[in-house]
């Protein structure tokens, strides 16, 4: 029973360091493929 400011408050908190991490990830993955 979580209310709308914690279920938002945990998207941010998950969607901030996904912005950040996919990119990395791909740029390390093609740079581990080449």
Avoid: C, Y
Avoid at 10 to 17: D, E
Avoid at 27 to 34: A, N, P, V, Y
Wanted: no cysteine; glycine share 6%; net charge positive.
């Amino acid at each position: 029973g979580a209310n709308t400011a914690t279920t938002t408050a945990l998207l941010g908190l998950h969607l901030v360091p996904a912005t950040v991490m996919i990119p990395t990830l791909a740029r390390s993955l093609r740079t581990r493929t080449d």
